[in-house]
């Protein structure tokens, strides 16, 4: 298979997981687990990282925080317009850009990586995977927490006053982050062996 072929099919795969990501954040907030929204928004990002590289996984990433920042982030927006872009473009680029980072270097290190162009699978390609789809939502929740804390803590000490917190720290993590967040990492890593599956096939078609 020629160089312009493997070119041709990584845009097209990367486009597909490009609307996969506009539609799951667009769809999104309907999903629900008792009282708490799930998002499976950042598991594409993964894929994406895992399959294309840590370029695409930032890619797919800052996607993501254009359509939170057009569809989900007016709170915040009216708080800082420079802090509330700043916070979600990092927050998604940086946990695609980091998850094919982790990728890439599992994949390095683990010399049976080598059985992948047989089709053979090992517990180093589930690691990496699994990592990869630990420090996606890591990522993305600990920058938008630091963002929060750096351009927004006022505004959300009042928040959580209001709310009745003890504490400003209380209402970021058990009030922003809290179940959604644990919800969140646990999708993604039970839905692992489907990236793993998403990757051999991934391989095939690019041979």
């Not at 800052?62 to 709170?75: G, K, M, N, P, R």
């Not at 915040?76 to 680029?93: E, P, R, W, Y």
Request: net charge positive; proline share 3%.
């Amino acid at each position: 298979m020629n160089k312009s072929s493997i070119n041709v099919r990584t845009i097209a795969g990367l486009a597909i997981l490009t609307a996969v990501v506009v539609v799951l954040q667009l769809l999104g907030a309907p999903l629900r687990f008792g009282p708490f929204s799930i998002s499976l928004v950042l598991i594409p990002i993964v894929v994406g990282a895992a399959i294309y590289g840590k370029w695409a996984g930032a890619w797919l990433g800052f996607v993501f925080s254009v359509v939170v920042l057009i569809t989900d982030a007016s709170a915040f927006l009216a708080v800082s317009i420079f802090g509330t872009i700043v916070t979600v473009l990092l927050k998604g680029t940086l946990a695609g850009l980091l998850a094919g980072l982790v990728y890439d270097l599992l994949k390095k290190w683990a010399f049976v990586f080598k059985n992948l162009e047989s089709g053979k699978e090992n517990w180093q390609i589930n690691l990496g995977v699994i990592v990869a789809a630990i420090v996606c939502p890591v990522v993305n929740t600990g920058i938008f927490l630091l963002g929060c804390l750096i351009f927004f803590l006022p505004t959300i000490r009042g928040w959580g006053e209001a709310a009745g917190y003890p504490n400003v720290g209380a209402y970021m993590i058990y009030g922003f982050v809290g179940g959604n967040f644990l919800f969140e990492l646990l999708f993604n890593v039970i839905l692992s062996p489907v990236i793993v599956q998403l990757i051999h096939l991934g391989k095939r078609t690019a041979r």
